[in-house]
């Protein structure tokens, strides 16, 4: 059924189709507004034989949805920014004990300084942690890949993490098509988890292993995620039959037919892209845009295949690792290695700052007239930055950063005297 409603509201509601027995929330903007929607939810018996958890802290949350998902629950939460790095040691522990929790991250900003506004590190920061990381360019796919990560997570009994733009997504009314719990029971069948506490069989389950162990038992995640590849791809075109759309999979191809320049990109940005990339096409520019949906497991051969044909490709980032550059960019040069292909990365939507058709339409001119640099910072005012540099190079006591900054553009006023 066709309804106009927040992105919030739409991964609420799947998450209460998808029959979760504990929630654990704790708030963190821009993620509130699911967890608010879900307790509201629980609190009226809409959602059957499901406890609600108010915690004390993100650390918390993740904490208690590893107990309740070790006991043989089905569990969710959901959080963003600092509230991921201040639960980094549980999210670590549940891909490690191979529970199949299912999370929300709001991609938002990490400071200091304070930002609240959308980028992605902070899911970023988490590539490493063993959790499936799969990004949402829309609403509706925001709201269907929660759907699928439950199902996803529990064959294989890892966490997934789906990731949704804060803001852009989590707070912006877009029609989605609801679907029925009818048909969500159809493709999510009941929880029968791959390991339980049980009195009457007792395991334990995060006992301690050694170097005789260790490495085998990292390996097997690894293993995991690359079954997850096989996996995500299968559960798509099983999720298509049922709700009648395309959703999810690994990679989304959008005009790449006889594409000389590739565009690559994760989450909402996407959509600015395809608008950018169809006027270029008007203008008989041959250039497409591979939209990246699983980013954990990584799709290697999938972009490989896609754009095996390309002269070169933009990887657009928002987020990058301080001291080296593009994060995404890292992994698909690998997947392109031998390949006559070359790789560039722009860093883009810093802490919320918008990606416009001019300025994409301008850097990839720049890019096709080979006349950008490997590592591009879209729109950085270098007035700004030069201004700074220079401070502190005549003056040893300059300063923070930030507020320098925010006086020298004018939005605080400058210290008295």
């Known amino acids: 059924m066709l309804e106009q409603c927040e992105g919030s509201h739409a991964v609420a509601k799947a998450v209460a189709l998808s029959r979760?027995?504990?929630?654990?929330?704790y708030p963190i903007s821009p993620q509130t507004h699911i967890v608010e929607g879900l307790g509201a939810m629980v609190k009226a018996g809409e959602v059957d034989r499901c406890e609600f958890i108010n915690v004390e802290s993100e650390f918390a949350a993740l904490s208690v949805a590893i107990g309740a998902s070790a006991a043989g629950a089905r569990a969710y939460t959901a959080t963003a920014s600092q509230g991921l790095l201040f639960m980094a040691e549980a999210v670590y522990n549940a891909s490690g004990l191979g529970l199949p929790i299912v999370m929300t991250v709001?991609?938002?900003?990490?400071?200091?300084?304070i930002n609240i506004w959308n980028d992605h590190t902070d899911s970023m920061s988490m590539r490493d942690a063993g959790w499936i990381q799969i990004f949402a360019?829309?609403?509706?796919?925001?709201?269907?890949?929660?759907?699928?990560?439950?199902?996803?997570?529990e064959e294989l009994s890892l966490p997934v993490m789906v990731c949704m733009d804060g803001f852009i997504l989590t707070h912006a009314y877009e029609r989605v098509d609801m679907p029925t719990q009818e048909q969500v029971d159809r493709y999510l069948p009941p929880y029968e988890p791959r390991q339980v506490l049980d009195p009457s069989e007792p395991v334990t389950i995060g006992a301690m292993v050694g170097p005789e162990a260790f490495a085998e038992v990292r390996y097997l995640a690894h293993?995991?995620?690359?079954?997850?590849?096989?996996?995500?791809?299968?559960?798509?075109?099983?999720?298509?039959?049922?709700f009648g759309r395309d959703s999810g999979g690994l990679v989304?191809?959008?005009?790449?037919?006889?594409?000389?320049?590739?565009?690559?990109?994760?989450g909402s940005v996407l959509g600015t892209i395809k608008d950018t990339v169809d006027d270029m096409r008007a203008e008989g520019i041959k250039i497409g845009v591979l939209g990246i949906t699983s980013f954990r497991p990584f799709p290697i051969a999938a972009i490989r295949d896609a754009v095996a044909g390309a002269k070169r490709v933009v990887v657009l980032e928002k987020c990058f690792a301080v001291g080296i550059g593009g994060i995404v960019s890292r992994d698909v040069r690998m997947a392109l290695r031998n390949l006559p292909v070359s790789v560039l990365t722009v860093v883009a939507g810093l802490g919320g700052r918008a990606i416009t058709k001019a300025s994409l339409h301008k850097m990839l001119l720049q890019a096709i007239e080979d006349k950008l640099e490997e590592l591009t910072f879209l729109d950085l005012d270098w007035g700004i930055v030069n201004r700074v540099l220079e401070r502190e190079l005549n003056k040893r006591r300059s300063g923070p950063i930030a507020e320098g900054i925010l006086r020298d553009i004018g939005t605080v006023s400058s210290r008295a005297g």
Do not use: S
Not at 137 to 153: G, S, V, Y
Not at 232 to 238: D, F, G, I
Not at 252 to 266: F, H, M, N, S
């Open 20 to 25: 979760p027995e504990v929630i654990c929330a």
């Open 106 to 113: 709001a991609n938002r900003a990490i400071g200091a300084p």
């Open 137 to 153: 360019e829309t609403n509706q796919e925001a709201l269907d890949l929660h759907i699928q990560a439950f199902r996803i997570a």
């Open 223 to 242: 293993a995991k995620q690359m079954q997850a590849l096989e996996l995500l791809p299968h559960l798509a075109t099983e999720f298509q039959q049922v």
């Open 252 to 266: 989304r191809p959008y005009r790449l037919e006889d594409a000389e320049t590739i565009v690559i990109g994760l």
